[in-house]
């Protein structure tokens, strides 16, 4: 099985949360859900270990920190 790489950078220290969506705006995965410094960081993850259909879902990044807080969506074709 393939696996997926997600990069992404934090602006702050804070908590991560890194969930994929399916087009409805449904979560339908979550792969991350901790406390990660500032800067550069990424995630492995293999789609057709989680049964996902073919199509397009979307990958948030949410980051929630004391000084700070973002979001950054991805959106993600997974064809298998």
Do not use: W
């Amino acid at each position: 099985k393939e696996n997926m790489t997600i990069s992404y950078t934090l602006p702050v220290d804070g908590k991560v949360s890194i969930t994929v969506v399916n087009s409805m705006g449904e979560k339908v995965l979550e792969l991350l859900n901790q406390d990660q410094v500032q800067g550069s960081h990424s995630l492995q993850f293999s789609p057709g270990n989680y049964s996902l259909s073919n199509g397009v879902y979307y990958c948030r990044i949410t980051v929630n920190g004391e000084k700070a807080s973002f979001n950054e969506v991805v959106r993600i074709v997974y064809m298998n």
